[in-house]
C-alpha cells in the first residue's frame, strides 16, 4: 500500500524544502500551499513544485472548504497516512498606527483561523482509522528584527496562535488512537536539513514519540514532551 502524504500551508521556502523531502519517499503527494498575500514584490519567496506533487485547493478561511480538501485528498492519494501542516507566516514589520485591516483579516484567516478547521477534519479522519500522523511545522519569527526595525505584530502573533495550538494538541495526543507531533526550527535554519530532519523522525520515531515536540537546530533536533 502506498504511503498517503498530505501536506498543506503558505507558499514560503519551508514548505517548498518539505515538499521537495515528501518527494524522495513516495510517487505521489497532495499538497495545499496558499498564496503568500501579504509579501511585497521584492519580498516574495520562490516556490517550485515537483512532478510529484498533486495540488489540491484550500481557502483557509472556510470550515467546508477544509473538509472539502481532505475529501479530495483521500480521493487522489486512496488514504492519508501522514498529514504535515506548515506554519511559516510572512513578517509584516509596521507600527501599530500603520496596520492595515486587510493585511490583519489575512494573516486571521490564512495563518491562523485555517489550522483549526483544518485540524478537526484531520483528528475526526484518524479516529476513525485508528491511525495516521498529525505532524504540526513551525517556523520561528523574530518579531522583534533589528534595531532600526518596526516589530513584527502580525506574523508573530500568527506564530504563537500556532504554538499554543499545537501545545494544546500534543498535551491531548495520548487519549488519541493516532500520532501527533510538534516540529520548530528558528527562521534562519537550513530548510533543507529541516524537512529531512522532519521526515527521519515520522519514519523512524515510532509510536514512543508521540506527543514530542521536537526543535531543529544545529544539525540536531532537541524534544520535549508537553
Avoid at 151 to 157: C, M, R
Avoid at 211 to 218: A, D, N, T, V, Y
Amino acid at each position: 500500500m502506498t504511503r498517503g502524504i498530505l501536506l498543506a500551508g503558505n507558499e514560503s521556502s519551508l514548505s517548498d524544502a518539505v515538499a521537495v523531502e515528501a518527494a524522495k519517499r513516495v510517487e505521489y503527494f497532495a499538497a495545499a500551499f496558499i498564496p503568500n498575500r501579504l509579501t511585497t514584490p521584492g519580498e516574495a519567496k520562490t516556490f517550485s513544485a515537483t512532478d510529484s506533487l498533486i495540488p489540491l485547493h484550500w481557502n483557509p478561511g472556510s470550515p467546508v472548504s477544509a473538509r472539502t480538501l481532505i475529501l479530495a485528498a483521500e480521493n487522489r492519494l486512496e488514504h492519508i497516512n501522514d498529514a504535515l501542516l506548515i506554519c511559516a507566516p510572512p513578517s509584516v514589520r509596521k507600527h501599530p498606527g500603520e496596520l492595515v485591516a486587510t493585511e490583519i483579516e489575512i494573516m486571521v484567516n490564512d495563518h491562523i483561523k485555517g489550522w483549526f478547521f483544518l485540524v478537526k477534519e484531520l483528528t475526526a479522519l484518524f479516529r476513525v482509522k485508528k491511525t495516521g500522523t498529525l505532524a504540526l511545522v513551525l517556523s520561528e519569527l523574530n518579531p522583534c528584527g533589528g534595531r532600526d526595525e518596526a516589530p513584527d505584530l502580525i506574523g508573530a502573533s500568527a506564530v504563537e496562535s500556532f504554538r499554543a495550538f499545537t501545545q494544546g494538541l500534543l498535551s491531548s495526543s495520548l487519549e488519541e488512537p493516532f500520532r501527533i507531533l510538534g516540529f520548530s526550527a528558528p527562521e534562519s535554519s537550513n530548510t533543507t536539513e529541516f524537512a529531512a530532519f522532519i521526515f527521519k523522525f515520522l519514519e523512524e520515531g515510532g509510536k514512543r514519540s508521540n506527543g514530542k515536540w521536537l526543535k531543529f537546530g544545529k544539525g540536531r533536533g532537541l524534544f520535549s514532551r508537553y
